[in-house]
């Protein structure tokens, strides 16, 4: 287990106070890595001066928070000091280093088997998913109903006309997309995985971007990174995020992975081979402006898995170009020629999505 030390404030003798306390209750089992800046991901230890002095102290995630009350700065820092814990749900603790660290190692050591109770049961998800894979056969039947049920979605959202082609594969994980309205925007996401668990998890934090106030780009930037470990050791997650702003029809978009987005005349957003949880992730942000009457189509990476970048004898690209209809009949069409490769199977070998995005060419937008 891994814990972070901000150490630039804390002398040689602090630095020894904090590792005997770390490391007595289990040993070698705890690394305390030095750093400069907090990781949301990773557990931090820091001193009262670095944390006054962080810029945006939404940067750091869990923290142990240090104090000397025999420093001359002690009665300045007191009240942040006994507030911290109050007005901060992050903090894990607040410790006095001018005493014996012997009062905070039953503290200490309560955190460290916490912290081993959550490592064991994600061992205990990847057991349970590989329990999950050799039932294949029975969650195929569940997506057959899924796939005869919600074949096709399309809805018209202030002005945005979305129409969905879902095909169910059988292959393990799978695909799922989701969108939905939240204050002035439009928000989609689309997710590929290799693990029934990975999805689950993921969809779990859609439902609360979904009640989210004031929900933005760097807020799901935020989440996911805090969100890291939770999916590590789960295979590869690849994310589409595009958020649509109702009242200009100006767009932004996350993609991490294998999701491509094009129009009639260029691919706007590339796939790439990036996936999550890569700790060293950058999301970089694709800014696009969507016009009145204009369309796009989302291709998720079970489609590039399943056409191979084929359609038919040309390119998938030549051919979508070739044949923009439409958004029905586009979204049949391509359909259409992926079954054609597997025309004996009764499911596709991935899951695939296709999606088309179009402004209603007489919506009312901001000038």
């Not at 359609?311 to 992926?338: A, C, M, P, R």
């Amino acid at each position: 287990m891994e814990v972070h030390l901000i150490d630039s404030d804390l002398s040689e003798k602090h630095k020894v106070w904090i590792e005997e306390l770390f490391l007595n209750p289990i040993g070698d089992d705890i690394d305390i890595t030095s750093v400069s800046e907090p990781d949301m991901a990773t557990d931090t230890i820091l001193y009262i001066e670095s944390y006054e002095k962080l810029q945006n102290k939404k940067n750091l995630g869990s923290f142990f928070l240090l104090f000397d009350s025999k420093n001359e700065n002690f009665s300045a820092q007191r009240e942040l000091i006994e507030n911290v814990g109050k007005t901060n749900m992050n903090c894990l603790g607040v410790f006095d280093l001018s005493i014996s660290n012997s009062y905070y190692v039953p503290f200490i050591f309560s955190y460290i088997m916490s912290k081993s109770i959550v490592s064991t049961q994600k061992s205990m998800l990847k057991k349970l998913n590989t329990v999950m894979q050799s039932v294949l056969g029975q969650l195929q039947r569940v997506k057959g109903l899924h796939q005869k049920m919600v074949p096709v979605r399309n809805e018209n959202i202030r002005g945005v006309i979305i129409n969905s082609r879902f095909c169910a594969g059988t292959s393990s994980g799978g695909e799922f997309f989701e969108f939905f309205k939240s204050n002035q925007k439009l928000w989609i996401f689309s997710i590929n995985a290799t693990s029934y668990i990975t999805v689950g998890t993921f969809l779990s934090l859609v439902d609360e971007f979904r009640v989210a106030q004031g929900l933005n780009i760097q807020t799901i930037k935020d989440t996911l990174n805090a969100h890291i470990k939770d999916f590590e050791g789960l295979g590869d997650l690849s994310i589409f995020i595009m958020s649509i702003d109702l009242t200009d029809f100006n767009a932004e978009v996350v993609n991490i992975g294998g999701h491509e987005l094009l129009n009639k005349t260029k691919v706007l957003v590339s796939k790439n081979d990036k996936a999550f949880p890569d700790k060293g992730l950058e999301y970089k942000t694709s800014q696009l402006k969507l016009e009145k009457g204009e369309r796009v189509i989302l291709l998720s990476p079970g489609f590039f898995k399943n056409s191979r970048d084929k359609l038919g004898d040309e390119s998938y690209y030549q051919f979508i170009k070739k044949n923009w209809v439409e958004s029905s009949e586009l979204i049949q069409e391509v359909t259409y020629q992926i079954k054609k490769k597997y025309n004996d199977l009764d499911f596709l070998p991935y899951d695939q999505t296709v999606l088309t995005i179009e402004v209603d060419k007489n919506v009312i937008s901001k000038v």
